[in-house]
Nanobody, 128 residues
Framework: QLQLVESGGGLVQPGGSLRLSCAAS????????IYWFRQAPGKEREGVSC????????NYADSVKGRFTISRDNVKNTVYLQMNSLKSEDTAVYYC?????????????????????WGQGTQVTVTS
């Protein structure tokens, strides 16, 4: 079965850290840009970060710059989102999505754009 599976979410206090993983099953991530989105209760899904297929290009939403770091390990077929200095406003369900793109940078796009695969989401809750 071809799918993306997120993991690593949980409950954390403000200022804490979590590392999310997005693992591909049944296909290789080598040629895919990977995007992280999040959706808080009552809000629209928003782009958080992306990484190009070759890993040379990354982008972040202004709200997470300097706190979140995206990376990929194509050997493990997994993309990571390291989240530090978490705030209550980071509370959301986090989703990863894959878009086939062999070359070029990644640019944060609308979640309504076409993506080849979506994960099921992982809950991140930041609360004291």
């Amino acid at each position: 079965q071809l799918q993306l599976v997120e993991s690593g979410g949980g409950l954390v206090q403000p200022g804490g850290s979590l590392r999310l993983s997005c693992a591909a099953s049944g296909f290789s991530l080598d040629y895919y840009n990977i995007y992280w989105f999040r959706q808080a209760p009552g809000k629209e899904r928003e782009g958080v970060s992306c990484i190009s297929s070759r890993g040379g290009s990354t982008n972040y939403a202004d709200s997470v710059k300097g706190r979140f770091t995206i990376s990929r390990d194509n050997v493990k077929n997994t993309v990571y989102l390291q989240m530090n200095s978490l705030k209550s406003e980071d509370t959301a369900v986090y989703y990863c999505a894959a878009h086939l793109q062999l070359f070029g940078p990644c640019v944060l796009k609308s979640p309504s754009n076409k993506y080849d695969y979506w994960g099921q989401g992982t809950q991140v809750t930041v609360t004291s």
